[in-house]
C-alpha cells in the first residue's frame, strides 16, 4: 500500500487559515479559568448596563425620588441592597450605574487610543525632531498621577459626568502614545515594512496598514486592562466631588453619600462599592487572558 500524499494545492489558502486560528485561539482562551470568569462577569455587566430599564425593581429611584417612610433600610425581600438616605432602592441605582460606568470606560480609552496612537506612531515612524517634541509632551503628561491630573481638569472644566469622561480622555492618551511609540520602533524596520517602502507605498500607508494592525495585540491588552483603571478613577473623581453630580445613579457617588452613615448603614457604601470591585476585577481578568493568549502566539 503506498501512502496518498495531498496535492499542493489542497493547503488551506490564508483566507481560510484565519477562521482557523480565530477558533484555537477562543479555545486557549476559554481554557484559562480566570479568564472565563471574567469574561462571564462582564457579559453579565454588560447585560445588567443595556436591560437594567427592563430590571429596576423601583424605577422612580433612579433619579431624585425621596421617600421619607423608608429611609435607610437594610437589605430585606423588599428591598435586596436596602434604601439610601432618601429612602431610593440601592440595587436600582446601582443597576443604573452599570451603564454609565461602563460607557465611561469604553468611551475614555476610545478618546484615548484615537488621540494616543496616531502621536506614538509618529514620533516613533519619522524620529528625530518630531519624535523628541511628542514624546517630550507626552512625558509631561506622564510625569503626573493620572487621578491628579484628571481631577484638576475636571475641577477646571466644571463638575459633571460628561467633563469627567473629558478630563479622562485627556489623561489617558499618554498610555496609549507611549505604547504606540515603542511598537513602531520595534516593527518600522521589519521587512514587510521595509519591501512597502520600496514599492512606493506612502508613509501614511505604511504606519496605518502595515505597521499599526501588528500592534492590535498589545493594543487590545492595554485597552482591556486600562478600561478598569479608567473606570477606578472616574468613580473616584465622583467621589471626590469633582464629577457626576446628584441624583445621577454613578456608582462613585453613591459611595461618597453613604459614606457618612457609617457604620450602622453599611449597605448604601457596600454594594456599589462590591460593583466597582467587580467590573475592574473582571476587565483585569480578561486583560490578563489576552496577554497570555497573544504571549503564546
Not at 499599526?212 to 478600561?227: C, K
Request: overall charge negative.
Amino acid at each position: 500500500m503506498t501512502d496518498t500524499i495531498a496535492p499542493p494545492d489542497m493547503a488551506l489558502p490564508d483566507d481560510d487559515l484565519v477562521p482557523v486560528e480565530r477558533g484555537r485561539n477562543l479555545k486557549r482562551f476559554l481554557r484559562n479559568r480566570p479568564a472565563l470568569i471574567g469574561a462571564t462577569l462582564m457579559l453579565v455587566l454588560l447585560f445588567c448596563a443595556i436591560f437594567a430599564p427592563l430590571m429596576y425593581p423601583y424605577p422612580e429611584d433612579v433619579a431624585d425620588a425621596v421617600h421619607f417612610d423608608r429611609m435607610l433600610q437594610p437589605p430585606s425581600w423588599d428591598y435586596w441592597m436596602g434604601t439610601d438616605e432618601t429612602g431610593r432602592d440601592v440595587l436600582t441605582r446601582v443597576l443604573a450605574g452599570a451603564k454609565l460606568s461602563l460607557a465611561m470606560g469604553g468611551i475614555v480609552i476610545a478618546m484615548a487610543v484615537v488621540i494616543g496612537v496616531p502621536v506614538g506612531l509618529v514620533a516613533g515612524y519619522y524620529g528625530g525632531k518630531i519624535e523628541a517634541v511628542l514624546m517630550r509632551i507626552t512625558d509631561v503628561f506622564s510625569s503626573i498621577p493620572a487621578l491628579v491630573l484628571a481631577l484638576a481638569i475636571s475641577v477646571v472644566l466644571g463638575s459633571s459626568f460628561a467633563n469627567a469622561i473629558l478630563a479622562l480622555g485627556l489623561v489617558w492618551w499618554r498610555v496609549f502614545a507611549r505604547l504606540a511609540h515603542g511598537q513602531t520602533l520595534s516593527l518600522k524596520s521589519e521587512n514587510y515594512v521595509t519591501a512597502a517602502r520600496q514599492m512606493g507605498a506612502s508613509d501614511l500607508r505604511i504606519m496605518f496598514r502595515e505597521i499599526l494592525p501588528n500592534m492590535a495585540s498589545p493594543l487590545l491588552v492595554a485597552a482591556s486592562l486600562d478600561a478598569g483603571a479608567v473606570i477606578l478613577i472616574g468613580t473616584s473623581i465622583s467621589f471626590l466631588g469633582a464629577g457626576a453630580s446628584p441624583p445621577t445613579a454613578e456608582w462613585g457617588l453613591m459611595v461618597a453619600g453613604g459614606r457618612h452613615y457609617l457604620p450602622g448603614a453599611w449597605w448604601p457604601s457596600l454594594f456599589p462599592g462590591l460593583a466597582i470591585f467587580v467590573t475592574v476585577m473582571s476587565l483585569n481578568l480578561i486583560g490578563d487572558g489576552l496577554r497570555d493568549l497573544f504571549a503564546g502566539d
